[in-house]
């Protein structure tokens, strides 16, 4: 066999082999990158949940009282959907352990645990879906929450990627002032846009180092750095009022505008009322001075009131997004039964603590709604009233009568005719019985069995 003949032989052979390695190389590569994800050595794009609580960093949903609409606007992915690192616990070799991922301070992370598959359920979400937030607290470190600002281990840390400055306050699981210190293998999170934000200050509570699946360290949070804040005039906000009540009223009527629903007038008695109820709950808020007693100390009446409580400094815009963000504080502010407004932002210093509250209260009127056997029964007392009680009026001084129960019988009726007239006029009208008018049908009962016994006896031969 010649020499080219030899090496045509040897290439048509190596063929197979070559044919197999370039049809492995692409199976080989998705090995390789799935491995390199798992490992936590490439970041890869991870569904979650809420990303508004992470604003301006991630998307917040115009429908949801945030400022974007991807049906307008192009969204990046990353602010929809993150790009992460797998928390990749390692593997040991030796002794030793290799690729160990760990979690630092302002590392973004996705986690989920039974507290976040509870908030998501109560609110009507995919219970299976993942939190993120970012970490504030490592284990050891003292946290503090204090006129809006954190403290680190005592001092007062910047944060550029906060949706607005000073606007950090505390929730059930840690109050304004409290200083927590942060157990081993616990880490306390925070959502970025803090007002609107379900976190370790609430429910959700501490979040295990065994709950947390995703993270991506703050040094390679640089596609965000962008969208954050100049942090450098922050501090001076502290201690300074942020509400303007008139602005908010402003405000929440042009919401109301776009939902053909009459505006929202500021009532001076609602006020009070609102601030009655603040330096009360300021105090105490567990307090049983209520919005009822409140609103009744003011002055204030109407048949339809609603309250609603916000800690913490808001600007009126702030404010306004915070209260379309929850669905029952949205559907109150934007309901056509409210026209009445009260507005009031109550700060004191409370065992060396700054705190404030804002209440707010609303007032208004719907028609009452009664079913049609009701009215045609008051109806037909009325008419039979009206028919009787001349026949009995003929009857004064008739001898053969005892006048004395005559004429408390007349007295009965006429105040039942009275009664009658009024009960149907309001309900034919729609308008509420007053607590008078309730206690007095209440009567009504004794009335109509004294009258009838003294029909019996007067008609007696």
């Not at 109150?332 to 060396?352: C, H, K, M, P």
């Not at 004064?396 to 009726?413: E, M």
Request: charged letters at 25%.
């Amino acid at each position: 066999m010649s020499k080219p003949t030899r090496i045509a032989s040897r290439i048509i052979s190596f063929l197979p082999v070559l044919l197999v390695i370039i049809l492995g190389l692409p199976v080989v590569g998705m090995a390789y990158i799935e491995t390199t994800k798992v490992m936590g050595l490439r970041a890869m794009p991870v569904e979650v949940i809420g990303t508004g609580s992470m604003y301006p960093s991630l998307f917040w949903e115009k429908s949801e009282g945030g400022p974007e609409d991807e049906n307008t606007s192009v969204i990046e992915e990353y602010r929809t959907t993150p790009h992460l690192y797998r928390l990749y616990t390692g593997f040991k070799i030796f002794g030793h352990t290799i690729l160990h991922k760990s979690v630092g301070f302002g590392d973004i992370v996705s986690f989920k645990n039974a507290a976040t598959a509870q908030i998501l359920q109560d609110n009507n979400k995919d219970t299976s879906a993942g939190f993120i937030k970012r970490v504030i607290g490592l284990p050891g470190d003292r946290l503090e929450l204090r006129d809006g600002f954190v403290y680190r281990n005592g001092v007062l840390i910047e944060e550029p990627y906060i949706s607005v400055p000073r606007s950090t306050y505390g929730g059930t699981g840690l109050k304004d002032c409290q200083v927590i210190t942060i157990p081993s293998g616990k880490y306390f999170v925070l959502g970025d846009n803090r007002k609107v934000s379900s976190d370790s200050r609430f429910e959700l509570g501490l979040v295990s180092q065994d709950d947390i699946e995703f993270y991506l360290p703050y040094t390679e949070q640089k596609i965000y750095q962008s969208l954050w804040r100049d942090t450098s005039k922050d501090s001076q906000l502290l201690g300074q009022p942020t509400l303007n009540t008139g602005e908010f009223v402003t405000l929440v009527n042009k919401i109301r505008q776009t939902k053909q629903v009459k505006n929202l007038n500021l009532k001076p008695s609602l006020v009070k009322s609102s601030q009655l109820r603040g330096e009360k709950l300021l105090l105490d808020d567990k307090t049983s001075f209520g919005m009822p007693q409140a609103i009744a100390k003011s002055g204030y009446s109407n048949i339809v009131l609603g309250e609603f409580v916000s800690y913490g400094h808001f600007t009126a815009q702030e404010l306004l997004e915070n209260l379309l963000y929850n669905v029952s504080t949205e559907k109150q502010i934007t309901s056509n039964e409210f026209s009445d407004l009260g507005l009031a932002e109550v700060s004191r210093e409370i065992d060396g603590c700054p705190t404030r509250i804002i209440v707010g209260h609303l007032g208004g009127y719907v028609p009452a709604e009664y079913d049609t056997a009701t009215i045609n029964s008051w109806i037909s007392l009325r008419d039979n009233l009206i028919s009787v009680l001349p026949s009995w009026e003929k009857a004064i001084d008739y001898n053969n009568l005892d006048q004395a129960k005559l004429q408390s019988l007349i007295t009965i009726l006429r105040s039942r005719l009275k009664l009658a007239q009024e009960v149907v006029g309001l309900m034919q009208h729609k308008e509420w019985l007053s607590q008078s008018v309730q206690d007095r049908i209440k009567a009504d009962k004794l009335d109509s069995d004294t009258a009838e016994a003294l029909s019996i006896e007067l008609n007696k031969p």
